[in-house]
């Protein structure tokens, strides 16, 4: 099984951007819960074979 991982930061304009390293994914959210939301919608599109997708939510933040 493949894993994505998605470099997550707080935007200038507020809210946060993500973006996958090694694929062509990048999505925002005003709200932390919105950009998980839209993370997981991205990858759906991005991966859009038909194949069932597994998310694990392994997310470091760091103070």
């Known amino acids: 099984m493949n894993k994505l991982i998605f470099l997550v930061e707080e935007a200038s304009e507020g809210g946060f951007t993500a973006r996958a390293l090694g694929e ?3 999505t ?3 709200s932390y819960n919105e950009l998980q939301k839209n993370i997981r919608d991205a990858v759906v599109c991005h991966f859009n074979e038909g194949k069932e ?3 694990e939510d392994d997310l470091l ?3």
Do not use: A, K, N, R
Request: net charge negative; glycine share 8%; proline share 0%.
């Open 53 to 55: 997708l597994l998310f």
């Open 24 to 26: 062509s994914i990048f």
């Open 28 to 30: 925002e959210g005003d």
């Open 61 to 63: 933040q760091s103070q």
